[in-house]
């Protein structure tokens, strides 16, 4: 198999995983996967995304301190959240939506039905680890970019050795919660938080997959 040939097989095998197992996973396999997603390029060299990375039983505490806090706590993210979703991007967000809420049982007009299944976000899936993956502030966009490639890398290196991820906005909106409970400076600018662990592939959530959008709606020549 050539080298385009594993990398194919790897994208296509990557997806947000929204059904964990508890077991946790060795630590020197999120060393080696997060060695690997280093790689990437970045502007200058600057290499500006940092992670903090819970263990199982950590996991469990900021599980149920996201849960007191979301009592009070409104959604203050650390990068604003998109001003709105229309045309294609309305499309596809309503189609990737309805994906999932088909996949676990949740017809339309079940209110409570999608409120549970939306609130799965905050107990990460099921999943026995988190990172918190954060950018420098004062490096502003070009940071957040660096970020977006590393995020990428990353996924893609959990893929490679069986481990399942989903990057998930909802968390970051939490944000001035995890600068306190991670103990993180005000010069670094959470980006998103990442789920991690084993893919419980029994689960209905984990039976859909996303579709791309066709090459002529990405790729425009000119000359």
């Not at 680890?129 to 966009?141: F, I, R, W």
């Not at 909802?170 to 995890?178: D, E, M």
């Amino acid at each position: 198999m050539t080298d385009a040939e594993v990398l194919a097989r790897i994208l296509d095998a990557r997806h947000s995983c929204r059904a964990f197992l508890s077991d946790p996973l060795p630590r020197e396999v999120i060393e080696e996967i997060v060695t690997e997603a280093q790689k990437v390029a970045s502007w200058c060299n600057a290499q500006p995304w940092q992670l903090v990375v819970t263990g199982a039983e950590e996991t469990g505490r900021l599980r149920a301190a996201l849960a007191e806090e979301m009592k009070t706590a409104s959604h203050t993210p650390d990068i604003p959240f998109p001003e709105r979703y229309s045309g294609v991007y309305k499309d596809r967000r309503s189609i990737c939506g309805w994906q999932l809420y088909g996949a676990v049982g949740v017809e339309k007009g079940d209110r409570e039905g999608s409120h549970r299944q939306m609130m799965e976000n905050f107990r990460f899936f099921g999943a026995p680890h988190v990172a918190v993956l954060t950018s420098e502030a004062e490096l502003g966009p070009y940071g957040l970019v660096d970020c977006g490639g590393f995020l990428t890398a990353l996924t893609l290196a959990a893929t490679a050795r069986g481990v399942a991820t989903i990057p998930q906005a909802a968390l970051a909106s939490y944000a001035p919660f995890l600068h306190r409970f991670f103990n993180l400076s005000e010069n670094r600018t959470i980006v998103c938080v990442i789920s991690m662990g084993r893919e419980d592939d029994s689960h209905p959530a984990n039976r859909f997959r996303t579709s791309r959008a066709a090459l002529n709606e990405t790729l425009r020549w000119q000359g």
